[in-house]
């Protein structure tokens, strides 16, 4: 339903996705918010996903997103690009898939259970405990779409905690990747396992 929801809600306007390598994130967020302002009313223009050290995809409005791209790279990004993608995931353009997947959870709660292991939660980037209330997961989950991902802050915490082993399933090896460029020496014992 949640992919369903937030594809529906990429057809909203038309919206775009950048990637930005080599800047800080509070330099990348006023970028985003001047190109926002550049580009009029109705504009959107925000981080979307925190991948690693200077590493972020953003999304928002068509041409919000282009005048991020040219700002970024006045601003000396090492990278600045388009994505292939359909939308302007993890922003506020996807709240009306927001309102639909919220009723979706609010009527599974009363059969969810609280988790048995530490769950750790990319919409904040802290880990919930064994025996959190699903309630706390499926407001956080509703606050997921329409916020950024916090993946280098997550894994960050993960490493902080004593995890030393990760496993990427699938058929690419993107995790491992950022993951070279989040922990140099954890990256070394995190293995890919295409399916």
């Known amino acids: 339903m949640r992919g369903r929801y937030m594809q529906e809600a990429s057809t909203v306007g038309v919206q775009k996705m950048c990637s930005v390598a080599g800047l800080e994130k509070d330099k990348l967020a006023s970028l985003c918010a001047q190109a926002a302002r550049q580009a009029g009313s109705g504009a959107v223009c925000e981080i979307a996903n925190d991948l690693f050290p200077k590493g972020f995809s953003c999304a928002g409005t068509v041409e919000a997103i282009d005048l991020l791209v040219d700002l970024s790279l ?57 025996g959190t209330d699903p309630k706390v997961i499926v407001d956080l989950l509703k606050k997921q ?12 915490k993960m490493i902080d905690s004593g995890i030393t082993e990760f496993y990427e399933i699938g058929p690419m090896k993107q995790l491992k990747a950022m993951m070279k460029r989040i922990n140099p020496k954890v990256w070394q014992t995190t293995t890919n396992e295409e399916v």
Do not use: I, R
Not at 99 to 123: E, G, H, I, Q
Not at 147 to 153: C, D, F, I, N
């Open 74 to 130: 006045k601003a000396e990004a090492l990278q600045a690009k388009v994505l292939k993608t359909s939308g302007a995931f993890h922003t506020k353009l996807m709240a009306p898939a927001q309102a639909k997947l919220a009723k979706a959870l609010d009527d599974l709660l009363p059969s969810m259970k609280p988790p048995t292991c530490t769950v750790y939660m990319n919409v904040t980037g802290q880990p919930l405990q064994p």
């Open 145 to 156: 779409l329409v916020s950024p991902v916090l993946w280098a802050p997550s894994v960050n």
